[in-house]
């Protein structure tokens, strides 16, 4: 049977549900390949439903085995069953309240999209978000039907677990009560062999929580770093947010087959095992601080996203944006606050400009979707949290903080939408934020333009604003930017206290009495100013300023916001990059100068340091080439950028030498931010000086290291260099590790000298360890080889060919993970013809497959435009 073609579904046709759930009381007898789901749900009538009051429910890969209302059997005459649910009809219902009884089988171990009830390794767990429960048994699947859950889990297993607090264990089975309404979607089950390490926090008003960690036998003593992040964000919520816990128990499950990085489930995290497990020998400090970042997210979403969920999943960004910017609060405060925004920044531009800028663009709230999976994006996540910052920057912190209050305090226990969100905002601050309700409505990348100039004394600054047009939206509104900024002269002092513009129409101007702004900051009139536009990247904007290399060197010698110190940094080598590849004029030899004197200042934090000698990716010029109106070649970028890269070896030789020497941070290993920030600076000098050819150090370091990130580092250098013995070694030292193999597999390619990777990619797919149906594995070797441009983009088309192959493969097994890595074609219209012309002949077989998953053929269909 052909499924029919999915029809998209629209925000505007929201309709309230026609039931509500009063509570839920399921079981499972849990077997491997027939699990049986026993639902008792009481529903009534909702005074807010609109419909004819037929009751509908979700329901997919469901043999049912029975139905009962009021304890009364349906037979198949009273309900109408469809592959996507159940309904009953209006008349068939005995009133206003009533209970449902389903039981119904499933299979958790033929389950590979990894949604639902999966097993993995021989446990059993789920995921649920987005709608994953109506694999589970016949429910309203979604997130306004909120309800208190019991639950009874019957296995020979030895750990049994569920949401809420237990409510009693016997030989075989546990039960356990969640007290607090919640959506399906944050049901969650795990049954398996598992350890806990354990330990206990106490709540500002003295609740006493058990606190554990799950993991496979093993893996235990991989555990004290998520423990030691879960603490902390429980303190930090307390103090910052004044957000308690709410339970008496809080359990986080480490699972190696998992699509996302970890999921929120009331009581019951799960986690992807790579954001839980890590010992130094393991993990690399970047490892401990995903950790330490997604550990705090999934604490901090029990009360923005749990105790306050979203009404529809058009409201998506109401819980992700914000907890994304919480997590991003919490991280800044807990390492430095300016490396960790250069930090977001980067991955923001990286992941979420590219989106915004191509196809896949769609606002922070989208109108419609076909596949909700599919918009689990960066644009919901990252901008929807730029979003955040910036309401936080226009109102000020004491009006965030008491808005805040006043959101959990109206609609604890409710499913929200934005509109309720600037509500409080608005009713907090007496502000009008309709302007800035455009940020969730219109996608695109706002361009901003600066110009400046003095006559007459008087200094005048005019910002500009444009807003691209995206896919479906081809006329925008201006936009609300908040512009923070300050001014230098050419000496480098600041001449204007630090202020923000608000840009809230196509132009905004600003003038000020030069003499004056001289005479406040006790500095001789200047003859020109330097801007310093947009500090701490106080919107997510592009912006173009006039500036000149020697206005960038100036900032990035003195600018007084650390930001837009490295940000000048950043352009300078960016622009080295374009006018390398475009064949211009540059002085790039002043301006590794001037890097390696802000790599040398030792009153600046290594990581910092380190951040600066760092060049933007390939995938960054590429952009940057567009961006001039060129056609960027792959190939000659990652030669390029292989050729900056050692030319700054070789004129910051000693320099880099004296970097790497200084900041060994000694044989103890500690992932706190100031040993990690050594290591970042002296892994970065290390990487520089490898790419001069010359692999002594790197070879030395790969010998001796102590811990994961040193070793990756020289390894990363070595097969940088062309030497695959380190490798074979590499291998079999850790052929056992999971986590550790899924790094060799990357590195392997992403690494690899350009014209190696695509083969080496290929022979890896053959490796006896080389499981494609773990994501995590899948994403090191196939998303490795789609994001090392000049494999990918090999002018044979091989590279489109090998992903392509693997991503149909895997979406008739797992379509969620493989539409989210279809991205990678995203930014095909930035390429020559010819190589336009193998992508979408790709896209086109892609599209053809036989069954192919609404996923993937909706992610195609967009891309392709
Ligand atoms: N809510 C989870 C988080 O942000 C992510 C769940 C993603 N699930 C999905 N099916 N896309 O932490
Ligand atoms: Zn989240």
């Given at each position: 049977?052909?499924?029919?073609?999915?029809?998209?579904?629209?925000?505007?046709?929201?309709?309230?549900?026609?039931?509500?759930?009063?509570?839920?009381?399921?079981?499972?007898?849990?077997?491997?390949?027939?699990?049986?789901?026993?639902?008792?749900?009481?529903?009534?009538a909702n005074p807010e439903g609109l419909d004819e009051g037929n009751l509908r429910l979700d329901g997919e890969n469901l043999r049912l085995i029975s139905l009962s209302l009021n304890g009364h059997p349906l037979t198949a005459l009273d309900y109408l069953l469809t592959p996507q649910g159940l309904t009953i009809p209006a008349?068939?219902?005995?009133?206003?309240?009533?209970?449902?009884?389903?039981?119904?089988?499933?299979?958790?171990?033929?389950?590979?999209?990894?949604?639902?009830?999966?097993?993995?390794?021989?446990?059993?767990?789920?995921?649920?978000?987005?709608?994953?429960?109506?694999?589970?048994?016949?429910?309203?699947?979604r997130p306004d039907v909120m309800a208190p859950f019991t639950v009874r889990i019957e296995s020979d297993l030895p750990v049994l677990l569920s949401n809420g607090n237990p409510l009693a264990s016997g030989e075989g089975w546990a039960e356990w009560h969640d007290p607090w309404p919640k959506p399906a979607y944050l049901f969650a089950l795990v049954a398996g062999d598992l350890v806990a390490q354990s330990d206990r926090f106490t709540t500002a008003s003295g609740r006493d929580v058990a606190l554990n960690i799950w993991v496979r036998p093993g893996d235990e003593d991989r555990c004290d770093y998520a423990m030691d992040a879960l603490k902390r964000s429980m303190a930090w919520d307390e103090q910052v947010y004044g957000r308690e816990y709410d339970l008496d128990i809080f359990n986080i499950v480490a699972v190696d087959d998992f699509n996302m990085?970890?999921?929120?489930?009331?009581?019951?995290?799960?986690?992807?095992?790579?954001?839980?497990?890590?010992?130094?020998?393991?993990?690399?400090?970047?490892?401990?601080?995903w950790i330490e970042g997604i550990v705090a997210h999934e604490y901090f979403h029990n009360w923005t996203g749990n105790r306050i969920t979203c009404r529809d999943w058009f409201q998506l960004c109401l819980k992700e944006g914000l907890t994304v910017f919480r997590d991003q609060q919490f991280s800044a405060d807990m390492r430095s606050a300016p490396v960790k925004r250069i930090e977001d920044v980067l991955q923001l531009r990286a992941r979420q400009f590219r989106e915004d800028g191509g196809p896949l663009a769609h606002p922070v709230r989208?109108?419609?979707?076909?596949?909700?999976?599919?918009?689990?994006?960066?644009?919901?996540?990252?901008?929807?949290?730029?979003?955040?910052?910036?309401?936080?920057?226009?109102?000020?912190?004491?009006?965030?903080a008491a808005a805040l209050d006043e959101y959990f305090a109206r609609h604890d226990g409710q499913a929200c939408t934005i509109e309720d969100w600037l509500q409080v905002f608005e009713d907090v601050t007496q502000r009008d934020l309709s302007q800035f309700k455009r940020w969730y409505t219109q996608a695109g990348t706002p361009r901003v333009s600066a110009e400046w100039h003095i006559a007459d004394g008087t200094l005048s600054l005019t910002l500009r604003q444009e807003v691209p047009a995206t896919p479906g939206q081809p006329l925008k509104e201006p936009a609300l930017i908040p512009v923070r900024l300050?001014?230098?002269?050419?000496?480098?002092?600041?001449?204007?206290?630090?202020?923000v513009i608000e840009l809230d129409s196509p132009e905004v101007s600003r003038s000020w009495d030069l003499a004056d702004l001289a005479q406040a900051a006790g500095v001789s009139v200047p003859q020109r100013v330097i801007?310093?536009?947009?500090?701490?990247?106080?919107?997510?904007?592009?912006?173009?300023?006039?500036?000149?290399?020697?206005?960038?060197?100036?900032?990035?010698?003195?600018?007084?916001?650390?930001?837009?110190?490295?940000?000048?940094?950043?352009?300078?080598?960016?622009?080295?990059?374009?006018?390398?590849?475009?064949?211009?004029?540059?002085?790039?030899?002043?301006?590794?100068?001037?890097?390696?004197?802000?790599?040398g200042d030792t009153h600046l934090d290594p990581a910092f340091r380190a951040l600066v000698l760092s060049l933007p990716s390939e995938d960054d010029i590429a952009q940057a080439i567009c961006d001039i109106g060129l056609?960027?070649?792959?190939?000659?970028?990652?030669?390029?950028?292989?050729?900056?890269?050692?030319?700054?070896?070789?004129?910051?030789?000693?320099?880099?030498?004296?970097?790497?020497?200084?900041?060994?941070?000694?044989?103890?290993?500690?992932?706190?931010?100031?040993?990690?920030?050594?290591?970042?600076?002296r892994n970065t000098a290390l990487r520089l000086l490898s790419l001069t050819g010359d692999l002594t150090l790197a070879r030395a370091q790969f010998e001796n290291a102590r811990n994961m990130t040193d070793q990756v580092a020289a390894l990363s250098c070595l097969i940088a260099g062309g030497?695959?013995?380190?490798?074979?070694?590499?291998?079999?030292?850790?052929?056992?590790?999971?986590?550790?193999?899924?790094?060799?597999?990357?590195?392997?390619?992403?690494?690899?000298?350009?014209?190696?990777?695509?083969?080496?990619?290929?022979?890896?797919?053959?490796?006896?360890?080389?499981?494609?149906?773990?994501?995590?594995?899948?994403?090191?070797?196939?998303?490795?080889?789609?994001?090392?441009?000049?494999?990918?983009?090999?002018?044979?088309?091989?590279?489109?060919?090998?992903?392509?192959?693997?991503?149909?493969?895997?979406?008739?097994?797992?379509?969620?993970?493989?539409?989210?890595?279809?991205?990678?074609?995203?930014?095909?219209?930035?390429?020559?013809?010819?190589?336009?012309?193998?992508?979408?002949?790709?896209?086109?077989?892609?599209?053809?497959?036989?069954?192919?998953?609404?996923?993937?053929?909706?992610?195609?269909?967009r891309i392709s435009g």
């Open positions: 049977m052909k499924d029919a073609v999915p029809q998209p579904i629209h925000l505007v046709d929201y309709r309230p549900p026609s039931h509500l759930v009063e509570d839920v009381h399921l079981t499972f007898r849990l077997s491997p390949k027939g699990t049986r789901v026993i639902a008792k749900i009481r529903f009534r008349e068939r219902l005995p009133g206003p309240a009533f209970t449902l009884c389903s039981e119904v089988e499933i299979d958790p171990e033929a389950n590979t999209a990894l949604e639902g009830l999966y097993t993995s390794n021989g446990m059993f767990c789920t995921q649920c978000e987005a709608e994953g429960f109506r694999k589970i048994t016949f429910y309203p699947d990085g970890a999921m929120e489930n009331k009581g019951l995290n799960i986690f992807n095992s790579k954001y839980v497990l890590a010992s130094p020998e393991t993990a690399t400090d970047r490892d401990y601080d989208p109108e419609s979707y076909v596949e909700i999976n599919n918009f689990y994006t960066a644009t919901v996540y990252e901008k929807g949290a730029e979003l955040i910052r910036m309401l936080r920057e226009l109102v000020g912190p004491d009006a965030y300050g001014m230098l002269t050419p000496e480098g002092a600041e001449i204007l206290p630090d202020m801007p310093s536009l947009l500090r701490g990247f106080s919107a997510p904007v592009v912006l173009d300023a006039a500036l000149t290399p020697e206005d960038r060197a100036v900032l990035l010698a003195h600018d007084g916001d650390p930001f837009n110190r490295w940000e000048a940094g950043r352009r300078l080598l960016r622009e080295a990059l374009v006018a390398d590849l475009a064949q211009t004029r540059f002085d790039t030899a002043g301006v590794i100068e001037a890097l390696g004197h802000a790599a056609v960027p070649d792959p190939v000659a970028i990652a030669d390029a950028h292989r050729a900056l890269s050692a030319r700054m070896g070789a004129a910051l030789g000693p320099l880099l030498q004296r970097l790497y020497a200084e900041n060994d941070p000694g044989p103890a290993y500690s992932p706190a931010a100031e040993d990690a920030g050594k290591r970042a600076l030497e695959t013995e380190a490798a074979a070694r590499f291998e079999a030292q850790w052929q056992g590790d999971r986590l550790v193999m899924d790094k060799w597999f990357m590195l392997q390619i992403a690494q690899a000298p350009r014209d190696m990777a695509l083969d080496r990619a290929k022979a890896l797919t053959e490796h006896p360890l080389f499981d494609w149906k773990n994501p995590n594995r899948f994403r090191s070797v196939i998303g490795a080889l789609g994001q090392t441009p000049a494999a990918f983009h090999d002018p044979s088309g091989a590279g489109y060919r090998f992903v392509a192959d693997w991503l149909i493969r895997l979406d008739g097994l797992n379509p969620q993970t493989a539409a989210r890595m279809s991205t990678l074609f995203e930014t095909w219209r930035r390429y020559d013809a010819d190589r336009q012309e193998l992508i979408r002949a790709e896209l086109e077989r892609i599209a053809a497959t036989e069954g192919l998953s609404r996923d993937m053929s909706e992610m195609v269909a």
